[in-house]
């Protein structure tokens, strides 16, 4: 069964600075990855996701992640963060596009002005 | 982009009672939706998997017959919480998949609170 860890559960950055989270995961063969973002009383929306191809994957609001097979990672960066930028991001892995997701514990963001 | 809609966003119900939470997909035919729990700064957890015209798929630990899935048509799922009791207050989300490009959208989460 896949697996999905996030080690930080809070991070806290200055706005304009950069960002990294981290998510690893455990699956048998190449997963397909995902991040996702909550904001407070929200559902979750769709930054970004990995299926095949180019490691490097850019999504919504300029957020981009890299799929790093040899490390089992799928790290989520964004190059200066956004006071809004602040919410719960969760990665999540599924064995393929029509299966069940697999979510990590999220990483609450918080952004300092 | 496609929108899935939950209703409603917010509850409080007496102990004892049931508690019915509507999940739509506004724009698209989902032939498969999932509901998920999420507690107080936890990660969601899936509850089942429900296909439209049959039985849902219960994830195992979670109460069939206390947590009541419908999936009625294409566009359109239920949750019904059963003699809801204190333990029950969650956060509720549902997610609807595309038959055609099988994209998963998420509702905006019910907030069930069990007096």
């Known amino acids: 069964a896949q697996s999905v860890t996030q080690p930080d559960i809070h991070i806290t950055v200055s706005e304009g600075a950069s960002l990294e989270l981290r998510c690893n995961y455990s699956?048998?063969?190449?997963?397909?990855l995902f991040w996702y973002v909550q904001s407070p009383g929200q559902g979750l929306q769709l930054l970004l996701k990995y299926f095949s191809g180019d490691t490097l994957v850019q999504g919504i609001k300029g957020f981009e992640a890299e799929f790093k097979r040899s490390q089992s990672s799928f790290n989520l960066r964004k190059p200066s963060v956004h006071w809004s930028d602040a919410a719960e991001y969760f990665c999540a892995v599924a064995p393929g596009t029509a299966s069940k997701l697999t979510f990590g514990t999220g990483t609450r963001l918080q952004v300092t002005l | 982009g496609a929108v899935v809609s939950q209703h409603p966003s917010r509850v409080i119900c007496k102990s004892g009672t049931s508690v019915k939470i509507e999940c739509r997909s506004l724009?698209?035919?989902?032939?498969?939706m999932f509901w998920y729990r999420q507690f107080p700064k936890q990660s969601l957890m899936l509850m089942a998997t429900s296909n439209e015209g049959s039985k849902a798929t219960y994830e195992q630990g979670v109460e069939k017959d206390k947590f009541l899935i419908n999936h009625a048509s294409l566009t359109l799922s239920t949750l019904t919480v059963t003699s809801a009791h204190p333990e029950d207050s969650s956060f509720y989300i549902c997610?609807?998949?595309?038959?055609?490009?099988?994209?998963?959208?998420f509702g905006e989460g019910s907030r069930l609170t069990v007096l």
């Open positions: 724009d698209f035919q989902a032939t498969t």
């Open positions: 997610s609807a998949r595309t038959g055609a490009t099988g994209e998963l959208f």
């Open positions: 699956y048998g063969a190449t997963p397909y």
